[in-house]
């Protein structure tokens, strides 16, 4: 599809929602003609419906000043130095939407894909990536990260595959800064375990 047309498709979405979310990100990777992966905020807001991102956080690889240069002749506007957004202005009525390359698809293992309409389809971070990439936040030690974490799972809790959890939070524990990593795992788990038995999710009256 057009550049111009997904751009007016996310244009027609409303503000804020994960339509006009996975409307920009289609954008972005026909635009740059590369794959691009939503992650962060706004994935978590795609598998829960229960977070409400400031920004539209894409993994991609190679995204440089080149790559600004490129979005910029199709209405993002590159703040420069110093911002690590670039924006992209819809509606006047409206604030911009804030979109930034914080990683490339080094350590995303897997991915979910979402069709928007014929032809044109959107990846997101899958669900047990998405789990890590939050429990590798919450080793910051701030109770935001952490809370962040613990809803996730207590949102997710009947859909992540544990195993796969598992197994990518050990491959990433001998990572600089992340050897806490299992046992931030674990803390969040009984946390979020707790909070679904008080909430009756688990099936038990």
Known sequence: MDAEV?????ASAESGSI??????????????????VLIGGAAHNLYTGEYRPTDIDLAATGVGRSE??????H????????????????RDSEPPELVEFPTDLTDIDSTDTVRLAEGVAVEVISLSDLVVDRLI???DGTPVTFDDAVALLVATSSEVDWTTVMRLVEQRSD????????????????????AIRRAGLDGRS
Do not use: M, Y
Not at 6 to 10: E, I, N, S, T, V
Not at 175 to 194: D, G, K, M, T, Y
């Open 175 to 194: 990572e600089p800064f992340l050897n806490e990593l299992q046992e931030v795992f674990e803390s969040i788990r009984l946390v979020a375990e707790s």
């Open 6 to 10: 997904l751009k007016a498709r996310a």
């Open 68 to 73: 600004f240069e490129t979005l910029a002749k």
């Open 19 to 36: 339509e006009r979310t996975l409307w920009i990100t289609a954008l972005v990777s026909e635009v740059l003609d590369r794959r691009v």
């Open 137 to 139: 936040q919450a080793t």
């Open 75 to 90: 209405g993002f506007i590159d703040r420069g130095i110093g911002h690590r957004h670039i924006e992209l202005h819809l």
